[in-house]
C-alpha cells in the first residue's frame, strides 16, 4: 500500500527540496520505489519532463534522486513569475494562462482538483510519495483555498513534518510560532519537526531541541548539520543565486548578468567546477567586468530583462567587450536579445509591442502562442561535439545569421545563429554545458583546458553524500512509520 509523508517548512529556502531530495535516494538505496510531488511550485527555472511538459527543477532533481523518469504529475501547478502581466500558470506541465496575483488565488479552489488527479497518479506509482510543501506553512493569511501546504496536507490527509532554518536565526521561535498560529486541525497533522543547517557542536543545541519539543508538543527528528556540497547541485529558486559559491580563480573569465527574470539559470552550474574557469556573476548596480566571454542567460520575460539590462547600463558595456574582441553566448531569451528586434504582437510577455534589440546578431524575433517544450540531442557545428539538452521558449528567431548555426539536432534541424566573425552567437538549446563533451569544447574554445570529469556522476555522488547525510542526522525509520 502506497503511503505518503509530506515536508513542509518554516519559511522558503529552509532546506526542503533538498531533504526531499536525499530522503528520496536515502530511500531508494533502501529498494523502495520513491516518487516526488510538489502541488504548487513558484519558479523560473523549470525542466522539461519525459511525458513532454514542465515542471519546477527541484521536482526534476528529485525525481533523478529517486532514479524515476520526471512526470508533470510530480508538479502539477508551476507558477512562472513575469512582468506586467503577473504570472504563468502551468497546470500539469501546460501553460493555463497568465494571471495576476489576486486572480490566482481565485483560481485555486478550481486548481486543486488537477493537484489531487496528479497526486493520486504518483501515489499509484510509487511505495512513498515524499511531497514538498512552499514557502511557509505559517501563511496563516493564505490560508483559504491554499494547494500548497496544509490547505493540501487537509484535502489529501497526508502527515507533515515540519523543517525550520537556524542558520537564518530564531529556529525555536520559527517552530513554535508555526504551532501558535497553526489552526488546530491542520497542527494535528505535524508529526515533528527538523532543524536545518546547524553549524557546530550538535551537542549545543541539544537543550534547544528539547525547549522547541515542550513549547510545540512536536517530536524531534533530527538536528542537521549544514551540508556545504548542497551549493553544487542545481537550484531551483533564483534566492539560491545569492548563496553559489564566490567566482573562481581561473584564468578565463566569463561574466554572466542576473536579469530580474532570469530563467534556467542552472544552465551556468556545470561552469563553475572547471578549473580554467571563472564565472562571474554580475549583480545589478555592477558594470560587466572585463572578461573574455559574456554569457547572457534565459529570461521568463525577455522584453522586461532587456529593458533592465539597459538601465543598468550593461548594453553600453557588452558593446565594449565586443569592440576589444569578446566573445558572447546568449541562451535562449539572452539569444533572442542579441538580434535587431523583439515582436511581441500577440502580447505575450505583456502590452502588444516591437522594441530594439542589442544589435549584436543580425535575426530578429517574433513572439508566438505556441511553446516549444521538448528534449533535443545533436553535434556542434564547428566541431562535432555531441550535446543533449531542451528547448524551452516561446518565439521564433530568424534572420542572415541564421545561416550560420551553432547545432545540429539529431532529427537534422538546425538550430542557433552566428555573428560573421564567429565571435557572437545565439542557441535556444538549455543545459548544453551539463553534457562534458560540449562543455569541453567550449572551454577549448575560450583557450583553456577542460577538466577530466563527469557533470552527472558528480551530481549523483552528492545525491548519494547527502542520502548518507540525512540517514545519519534524521531518524529516517521513524520517518517511514509516520508516513500514512
Not at 238 to 251: E, I, K, Q, T
Not at 282 to 290: I, K, S, W
Amino acid at each position: 500500500m502506497s503511503r505518503a509523508l509530506m515536508i513542509q517548512g518554516t519559511g522558503s529556502d529552509v532546506g526542503k527540496s533538498l531533504i526531499v531530495a536525499g530522503l528520496a535516494r536515502a530511500f531508494v538505496n533502501r529498494r523502495m520505489n520513491v516518487a516526488p510531488f510538489k502541488p504548487q511550485n513558484m519558479s523560473n527555472n523549470a525542466a522539461v519532463t519525459a511525458d513532454g511538459g514542465e515542471i519546477g527543477r527541484a521536482q526534476a532533481l528529485q525525481a533523478r534522486a529517486a532514479r524515476i523518469p520526471t512526470s508533470v504529475h510530480m508538479n502539477p501547478v508551476l507558477l512562472k513569475p513575469q512582468s506586467e502581466v503577473g504570472a504563468q500558470v502551468i497546470v500539469q506541465g501546460r501553460v493555463y494562462g497568465n494571471f495576476r496575483a489576486s486572480a490566482y488565488q481565485a483560481l485555486k479552489p478550481k486548481l486543486m482538483a488537477s493537484v489531487q488527479d496528479s497526486f493520486a497518479r504518483m501515489k499509484a506509482s510509487a511505495d512513498l510519495v515524499l511531497v514538498e510543501g512552499a514557502g511557509s506553512a505559517s501563511e496563516i493569511n493564505l490560508r483559504a483555498n491554499d494547494i500548497a501546504n496544509m490547505g493540501f496536507a487537509r484535502a489529501c490527509d497526508v502527515p507533515v513534518v515540519l523543517v525550520g532554518d537556524i542558520d537564518r536565526g530564531g529556529v525555536i521561535a520559527q517552530i513554535v510560532g508555526a504551532k501558535a498560529v497553526l489552526d488546530p486541525a491542520d497542527a494535528a497533522l505535524v508529526r515533528g519537526f527538523i532543524v536545518n543547517r546547524f553549524r557546530g557542536d550538535p551537542a549545543l543545541f541539544a537543550s534547544g531541541m528539547q525547549l522547541i519539543e515542550e513549547k510545540s508538543g512536536w517530536p524531534a527528528l533530527g538536528l542537521v548539520p549544514h551540508f556545504a556540497e548542497a551549493a553544487r547541485l542545481p537550484a531551483e529558486d533564483s534566492v539560491a543565486l545569492s548563496h553559489r559559491r564566490a567566482s573562481g580563480g581561473g584564468r578565463i573569465k566569463i561574466a554572466v548578468p542576473l536579469l530580474p527574470h532570469i530563467a534556467n539559470f542552472d544552465d551556468l552550474d556545470p561552469l563553475d567546477g572547471e578549473d580554467d574557469l571563472d564565472v562571474i556573476r554580475v549583480r545589478r548596480g555592477a558594470p560587466l567586468p572585463v572578461c573574455d566571454l559574456v554569457i547572457l542567460p534565459g529570461s521568463k520575460a525577455t522584453i522586461a530583462d532587456l529593458a533592465a539590462f539597459r538601465s543598468e547600463g550593461w548594453d553600453v558595456d557588452l558593446a565594449a567587450h565586443v569592440r576589444r574582441g569578446g566573445r558572447v553566448l546568449g541562451i535562449c531569451g539572452g539569444y533572442q536579445m542579441l538580434g535587431r528586434t523583439i515582436s511581441d504582437p500577440l502580447g505575450i510577455e505583456g502590452p502588444a509591442s516591437e522594441v530594439a534589440g542589442l544589435h549584436l546578431l543580425d535575426v530578429a524575433t517574433t513572439m508566438t502562442a505556441d511553446k516549444s517544450l521538448v528534449a533535443v540531442s545533436g553535434v556542434s557545428i564547428d566541431d562535432g561535439a555531441p550535446f543533449a539538452g531542451y528547448e524551452m521558449h516561446v518565439g521564433e528567431t530568424r534572420g542572415a545569421d541564421c545561416a550560420r548555426p551553432v547545432l545540429r539536432f539529431a532529427d537534422g534541424r538546425l538550430d542557433g545563429a552566428r555573428s560573421a566573425d564567429g565571435r557572437v552567437a545565439g542557441i535556444y538549446v538549455h543545459g548544453v554545458f551539463a553534457d562534458d563533451r560540449q562543455r569541453a569544447g567550449h572551454v577549448r574554445a575560450l583557450g583553456g583546458a577542460p577538466g577530466e570529469r563527469s557533470y552527472d556522476r558528480e551530481i549523483d555522488a552528492i545525491l548519494d553524500m547527502l542520502a548518507a547525510h540525512l540517514a545519519e542526522h534524521v531518524d529516517i525509520d521513524r520517518l517511514l512509520t509516520l508516513a500514512e
